[in-house]
């Protein structure tokens, strides 16, 4: 279990009978549900995300039927299947679009709909020793995806959480060697897709920074921490 919403609905991830696969699990006065897949094995509910919304729906991940062709393990479950982005309604998995590759993950839904995740493009990363796209933040409205704007020189970055007034956080840099995405700036998305994007600044390091959660209200001033 990893969130719990104000109506007492909860959600994480609970492995199927056998222990063979994990599936997203909601939590509603007791009874636990099993959303299911996108049709592959395993799916899953991010860790750093409270979930459920109000709506009690839930953002994540899950794998396909069909195998990656760059042979990445984006889900993280070992398969090396497509993992797309979902967010469920109703008791069932919705895959989101992503921004023309393979792979995405839901991060986070707020109270309004609005989904927060990232999602890899159709450019290649010059940085990735592996043949890799590049992986933008995102963020679905009405089941359509936006990218979402990185500070200059970042390829990359990772949408992990959004209010309710749609703004957003993550953390944005550029790949790694092999195929990490290695966040180096903490941003803000004041006003998501056309909001800009805010450098939240670091403890005089440049090794890691990400920002996770984001209140009713995020309020900053000449960008420190």
Request: contains cysteine; aromatic residues 6%; proline residues 8%.
């Amino acid at each position: 279990m990893v969130g719990i919403n104000n109506n007492g609905s909860m959600a994480g991830s609970s492995a199927i009978s056998g222990d063979v696969a994990v599936h997203a699990t909601p939590w509603q006065h007791g009874v636990i549900s099993d959303l299911g897949t996108l049709g592959g094995p395993n799916s899953t509910a991010p860790e750093a995300a409270p979930q459920p919304n109000a709506r009690r729906q839930v953002a994540g991940a899950s794998d396909t039927i069909t195998p990656d062709p760059n042979g990445e393990d984006f889900c993280g479950f070992g398969t090396h299947l497509i993992c797309l982005p979902f967010v469920s309604q109703k008791g069932a998995l919705i895959a989101l679009p992503t921004l023309g590759g393979n792979n995405g993950i839901a991060s986070e839904v707020n109270n309004r709909g609005q989904v927060i995740g990232s999602s890899e493009s159709t450019t290649q990363d010059p940085n990735c020793t592996a043949p890799t796209p590049e992986l933008e933040p995102v963020i679905w409205e009405k089941g359509k995806a936006q990218q979402l704007p990185t500070p200059s020189g970042d390829l990359d970055g990772i949408a992990g959480a959004i209010n309710d007034r749609g703004q957003a956080v993550g953390g944005t840099g550029n790949c790694s060697s092999e195929l990490f995405v290695f966040p180096t700036h903490s941003v803000l998305w004041p006003g998501g897709q056309n909001g800009g994007v805010v450098n939240l600044g670091n403890l005089e390091s440049t090794f890691f920074n990400v920002a996770f959660g984001s209140t009713i209200e995020v309020k900053w001033s000449d960008n420190r921490i």
